[in-house]
T-cell receptor, first 111, second 110 residues
Framework: AQSVTQPDIHITVSEGASLELRCNYS??????LFWYVQSPGQGLQLLLK??????LVQGIKGFEAEFKRSQSSFNLRKPSVHWSDAAEYFC?????????FGAGTILRVKS | EAQVTQNPRYLITVTGKKLTVTCSQN?????MSWYRQDPGLGLRQIYY???????DKGDVPEGYKVSRKEKRNFPLILESPSPNQTSLYFC?????????FGPGTRLTVL
């Protein structure tokens, strides 16, 4: 069965520090992988996606993610966090008709 | 502008009173989906539709119905809502390689 695990429910980082959000997945075929961000009271915004090719994917707002097939991981990174990055982040795996989401990681940014 | 719209955005109702949440997309997508979001559980798919008159169950379909009579619209129907359906609901329109999400509908069932 398809599943996504985001091990960290909450993460707090200082503004300007680097960030890594973890995501592990279980999927029967070659996965399509996504990271979404949800600001408080807002909908979901796509940060980046991976289908194939280069395993390091660049997204919006300075985010990147690396697909590691051997570890079944798709971790999200940002070299320097801004206060406006405080939000909930969701990793998802799936295809055209269905996405399976992780439980989310809430990012807090302290000044 | 490509968009997915949902109405209403907020709804408070009582147990057993039928309600419909509408969803519309302007991207001519064939695939559309409904999800519910609950704390600690992420988003879970309720139903999806592959085209007009073609729908199928997702992971949590109990207590919900959908219809797809037109390509642009995919309403979610709760015929007898219960408190455990209190949640945040998202409609999604599925492009070739990305799902576009609506703004969400926050439903409270008393």
């Amino acid at each position: 069965a398809q599943s996504v695990t985001q091990p960290d429910i909450h993460i707090t980082v200082s503004e300007g520090a680097s960030l890594e959000l973890r995501c592990n997945y279980s999927y029967g075929a070659t996965p399509y992988l996504f990271w979404y961000v949800q600001s408080p009271g807002q909908g979901l915004q796509l940060l980046l996606k991976y289908f194939s090719g280069d395993t390091l994917v660049q997204g919006i707002k300075g985010f990147e993610a690396e697909f590691k097939r051997s570890q079944s991981s798709f971790n999200l990174r940002k070299p320097s966090v801004h206060w406006s990055d405080a939000a909930e982040y969701f990793c998802a795996v799936g295809g055209i008709n269905k996405l399976v989401f992780g439980a989310g990681t809430i990012l807090r940014v302290k000044s | 502008e490509a968009q997915v719209t949902q109405n209403p955005r907020y709804l408070i109702t009582v147990t057993g009173k039928k309600l419909t949440v509408t969803c519309s997309q302007n991207m001519n997508h064939e695939y559309m989906s409904w999800y519910r979001q609950d704390p600690g559980l992420g988003l879970r798919q309720i139903y999806y539709s592959m085209n007009v008159e073609v729908t199928d169950k997702g992971d949590v379909p109990e207590g919900y119905k959908v219809s797809r009579k037109e390509k642009r619209n995919f309403p979610l129907i709760l015929e007898s809502p219960s408190p455990n359906q209190t949640s945040l609901y998202f409609c999604a329109s599925n492009g070739r390689d990305e799902q576009f999400f609506g703004p969400g509908t926050r439903l409270t069932v008393l």
